[in-house]
């Protein structure tokens, strides 16, 4: 089956500092990538919508240039938490898609434990 | 703005029960829903995806069910195992492909 990967599976890092997670396709190429963050015993929030080659689109409220994601192929996509800040701590979640939202389901990564001291 | 709220927020039952989850949803223009999985700090599964023009889909001992018109669907639950324990979510994408997470029901199967 479809499998997706991240990396790490979690990080502790000083507040100021940059974190990046990686979102792997491993066994499929993804049109399209998803970046969602989750709070303790909340639902998951989307934060942004990548497709290979082109700029991310992000919902409202999501700081575009606090939360840089790149979608170099079609199955890798990074996010990167650019001055992390102890608000930023989350469980961060990717997905991945072959097709559209209409037909097709999303594979789920197995999350990122962020915690910003 | 679509909104999608599941009840209950927990559940507790005893194993070999049979159970309910619900979902309901604002609008109704809907391309799909699906129910999803998720153990505690991991990931998620995708348990059952069921398209606008059908009314139910059912894997193992899972059955979905959809009314789109009334925004509703329920994920049916036989024979409740230790293992089910998870949470819980429902997700539709409306027909702007946008994609909303349901509020999530928290089940735990006592043995």
């Known amino acids: 089956g479809a499998v997706v990967s991240q990396h790490p599976s979690w990080v502790i890092c000083k507040s100021g500092t940059s974190v990046k997670i990686e979102c792997r396709s491993l066994?499929?190429?993804?049109?399209?990538m998803f970046w969602y963050r989750q709070f303790p015993k909340q639902s998951l929030m989307l934060m942004a919508t990548?497709?290979?080659?082109?700029?991310?689109?992000?919902e409202q409220g999501v700081e575009k240039d606090k939360f840089l994601i790149n979608h170099a192929s079609l199955t890798l996509s990074t996010l990167t938490v650019t001055s992390a800040h102890p608000e930023d701590s989350s469980f961060y979640i990717c997905?991945?898609?072959?097709?559209?939202?209409?037909?097709?389901?999303?594979?789920f990564g197995p999350g990122t434990r962020l915690t910003v001291l | 703005k679509q909104e999608v709220t599941q009840i209950p927020a927990a559940l507790s039952v005893p194993e070999g029960e049979n159970l309910v989850l619900n979902c309901s949803f604002t609008?109704?223009?809907?391309?799909?829903l699906q129910w999803f999985r998720q153990d505690p700090g991991k990931g998620l599964t995708s348990l059952l995806l069921?398209?606008?023009?059908?009314r139910e889909q059912t894997s193992g001992r899972l059955n979905a069910s959809l009314d789109k018109s009334s925004g509703r669907s329920t994920l049916y639950i036989a024979a409740s195992q230790p293992g089910d324990s998870a949470t819980y979510l429902c997700?539709?994408?409306?027909?702007?492909?946008?994609?909303?997470f349901g509020t999530g029901t928290s089940l735990t199967v006592i043995p």
């Open positions: 997905s991945a898609m072959v097709g559209s939202l209409s037909t097709d389901t999303q594979y």
């Open positions: 066994d499929f190429q993804a049109t399209t």
């Open positions: 990548s497709n290979e080659g082109s700029k991310a689109t992000y």
């Open positions: 609008d109704s223009a809907i391309y799909n």
């Open positions: 069921i398209q606008s023009s059908q």
């Open positions: 997700a539709v994408t409306n027909t702007g492909n946008q994609f909303y």
